[in-house]
């Protein structure tokens, strides 16, 4: 067998036995599951009432690309906590004993928190759907917009195997990782225009990769998306920020979390 | 088949791996003997890959386990202290994964699984997540899951600690029936009957340095021989020079005149010789024993502390 196809081999089956895992508690998916219907249900009913939106629109229109941004960032952190208890079970030193390939390890990992993220998306949209959002593109945007955001959250999900990689147990690997989350999530144009933040605060929520996915998803959804009314260029140019922004994390963490790994590993 | 020469490990000021040296031929059995924190966890972490050594070189097969470690892991199975399994995959599951992670095909995979729980008396429990397991099962699985693409060299890192008697009677049986099919061991253990019972050649380590090595039979003719242990029913006069003409070197009095011991060299008819003096001389025996020196007194006499001595709370935390 040629190494392409053995690391093709490892990393499925290594995806396979996540997934075995979340089968077996389902629970540990509610990340993915439960807390995109409640968060949208939060925003659209709690604060959707109070949002007036520059250049007019709904706020549940306007909200949804936002919630399946924040949603994917935020259930990213898995790959932490994942990384972090198999570490710390011992399953991985029995990995790094058999003749597999290394690199699956983190593939594998951060590959079915894709599969989780792709789950995560769809039902944030479902939910929308539900409570009367409708996407002005047709279901080819909704699918194009979801790949934007689940691209990006395959990135956070590199960076926060670097953020499981430096933790010694899960559970501070989820605090690090929502200490590092919450900001980004939050300081965006997620459920806020940026036009309503105090002037200091505009660009970095311009500038911020979260507020680029967002607006990504609202234009490729056809939805209302007000932050194309500032001349930013972040703003102007969602789309290509959001491949960016994802490109560059990438090329940031994945050699990261393969350094960090084995130096993690090899001790 | 297993070949290592000057190893040297540190961790910061630590020295875990001072010095070790240690061959073992293909076929046989090599019991690594030491306390908690002796470095042989290191020693076996080197060999397996899982750690790089700060100096030294060793080999597994003729395979440099620096330089060609990834065709090392192609030979070896390893067995660590802590049971290294999937606590939510069922044991079928595990034997599974780490059946196709090893490059077998899911075929070879599926019966070898079935034929491994068999062996290893899982099968009852095969479709039962680990985490509802016994101790015992957990490492009986665990060395499942490391024999299950025939490797022929096979590392134990303390395969027994913690167990109870009767799973580690298994444990031997599984680890004789192995050796017999042709498989190279390394075992590391802090019991000292256990690498009586089960290594052909024994390497004594204390402090990450190898203190002695040999089989089982040299390592106890260093504390010398057999010694005679007498008990009296009261202490007799006549006793010392009744013993006199049997034993090999003088005979030792103590508690009172009541504990009489002395060397003595084993041969036949020499207990009854005992008795039968003794009884002339009207001596009356309460206990009476030849005391076969075991390997505690070998690591005692090497160390001058006992194997299972407590060291110090920094060695100890070396031993990962």
Same mark, same amino acid.
């Given at each position: 067998m040629s190494a392409t196809a053995e690391w093709v081999e490892d990393v499925s089956v290594l995806t396979r036995r996540n997934l075995v895992h979340v089968r077996r508690? *389902?629970?540990?998916l509610s990340d993915a599951t439960i807390q995109p219907v409640l968060f949208t249900l939060l925003f659209v009913y709690v604060f959707g009432g109070a949002m007036v939106l520059p250049g007019g629109g709904s706020y549940k229109a306007f909200a949804i690309g936002g919630l399946v941004v924040m949603n994917l960032t935020t259930s990213s952190v898995g790959t932490a906590v994942g990384l972090t208890t198999d570490l710390h079970t011992g399953i991985i030193a029995r990995f790094r004993t058999l *003749?597999?390939?290394? +690199?699956a390890i983190l593939v594998g990992r951060t590959f079915s928190d894709m599969l989780s993220s792709i789950l995560c998306g769809t039902i944030v949209v479902l939910t929308g759907l539900m409570i009367g959002w409708r996407p002005g593109n047709g279901l080819l945007g909704v699918v194009a917009g979801l790949a934007v955001a689940v691209l990006f959250a395959y990135a956070m999900s590199w960076a926060n195997a670097c953020v499981g990689l430096g933790m010694n147990d899960p559970e501070a690997a989820q605090g690090i990782g929502f200490i590092v989350i919450f900001p980004l999530a939050f300081i965006s144009t997620c459920f806020v225009p940026s036009q309503t933040m105090p002037g200091w605060m505009q660009p970095i929520a311009e500038w911020n990769p979260v507020s680029s996915v967002a607006a990504a998803c609202r234009e490729l959804f056809g939805n209302p998306n007000p932050a194309s009314l500032s001349h930013s260029f972040p703003a102007q140019h969602p789309l290509f920020m959001s491949l960016a922004w994802t490109a560059v994390i990438c090329a940031v963490c994945v050699p990261l979390a393969g350094h960090l790994f084995t130096k993690r590993t090899l001790d | 088949m297993i070949e290592a020469t000057g190893l040297q490990k540190r961790y910061g000021d630590q020295v875990a791996v001072a010095s070790v040296d240690l061959e073992v031929p293909a076929g046989s059995v090599l019991g690594v003997l030491g306390p908690n924190g002796a470095g042989k966890s290191t020693t076996v972490r080197i060999l397996t890959t899982m750690t790089l050594p700060d100096a030294g070189r060793a080999s597994v097969g003729g395979l440099d386990?620096? $330089?060609?470690a990834a065709d090392v892991r192609r030979i070896i199975g390893v067995t660590g202290q #802590?049971? +290294?399994?999937?606590?939510?995959?069922t044991g079928t599951q595990n034997l599974m994964m780490v059946g196709q992670l090893s490059r077998m095909t899911k075929r070879d995979a599926q019966a070898r699984t079935v034929e491994l729980l068999e062996q290893f008396e899982l099968t009852f429990a095969a479709e039962r997540m680990v985490k509802t397991y016994s101790g015992g099962m957990r490492r009986r699985l665990d060395l499942a899951a490391s024999l299950i693409a025939r490797p022929p060299v096979l590392f134990l #890192?303390?395969? $027994? $600690?913690?167990?109870d008697p009767t799973s580690r009677l298994g444990v031997w049986d599984v680890i004789r029936t192995l050796v017999g099919d042709g498989t190279t061991v390394m075992l590391t253990t802090q019991y000292l009957d256990e690498a009586d019972a089960l290594a052909d050649r024994i390497s004594v380590i204390d402090h990450g340095t190898v203190i002695a090595d040999g089989t089982s039979e040299d390592l106890k003719a260093r504390v010398g021989g057999e010694q005679l242990e007498v008990r009296l029913v009261r202490p007799h006069p006549d006793a010392v020079r009744a013993l006199g003409p049997l034993v090999s070197g003088p005979v030792h009095v103590a508690d009172g005149g009541r504990l009489l011991t002395a060397p003595v060299t084993i041969r036949p008819g020499l207990a009854t010789a005992f008795i039968r003096a003794l009884d002339d001389a009207g001596v009356e025996v309460d206990d009476f024993q030849i005391h076969h020196p075991s390997l505690d007194d070998v690591f005692f006499t090497l160390t001058g502390h006992g194997a299972e001595a407590p060291v110090t709370a920094d060695a100890e935390l070396v031993e990962v």
């Open positions: 508690e *389902p629970m540990q *003749p597999m390939q290394r +690199s | 386990v620096v $330089t060609q #802590d049971a +290294s399994l999937d606590e939510q995959l #890192d303390e395969p $027994t $600690t913690g167990l």
